[in-house]
């Protein structure tokens, strides 16, 4: 069983920053997990966003986000981090993050096996 819990989330200009943080409680250890983050806004599906492998070598993004948000992890802390630069209105949403029991990427939901409670973020225009 894996607990996860979103911070970092708030309200931000447009063109700002933020850092989210997801801190994992696990019985297992962490650093066999995929680790992933998504965001679902108001009346839509949730979405990938990003994800990275256990030992940070291997990460993937959505093309919303290509170049703007990156995604990385701190075993030593069971955190892993989502740092949202150039922040756009369409960025708005609540953002989960997300624990995979396998060495293999996945971009669906359907393929994550844990979920945190999610935190929201809100970019002014």
């Known amino acids: 069983q894996v607990q996860l819990v979103e911070s970092g989330g708030g309200l931000v200009q447009a063109g700002g920053s933020l850092r989210l943080s997801c801190a994992a409680a696990s019985g297992r250890t962490f650093s066999v997990y995929y680790m992933g983050w998504f965001r679902q806004a108001p009346g839509k599906e949730r979405e990938f966003v990003a994800t990275i492998n256990w030992s940070s070598s291997s990460t993937y993004y959505a093309d919303s986000v290509k170049g703007r948000f990156t995604i990385s992890r701190d075993n030593a802390k069971n955190t892993v981090y989502l740092q949202m630069n150039s922040l756009k209105p369409e960025d708005t949403a609540v953002y989960y993050c997300?624990?995979?029991?396998?060495?293999?990427?996945?971009?669906?939901?359907?393929?994550?096996?844990?979920w945190g409670q999610g935190t929201q973020v809100t970019v002014s225009s």
């Open positions: 997300a624990a995979r029991r396998s060495l293999s990427l996945a971009v669906t939901t359907l393929q994550y096996d844990y």
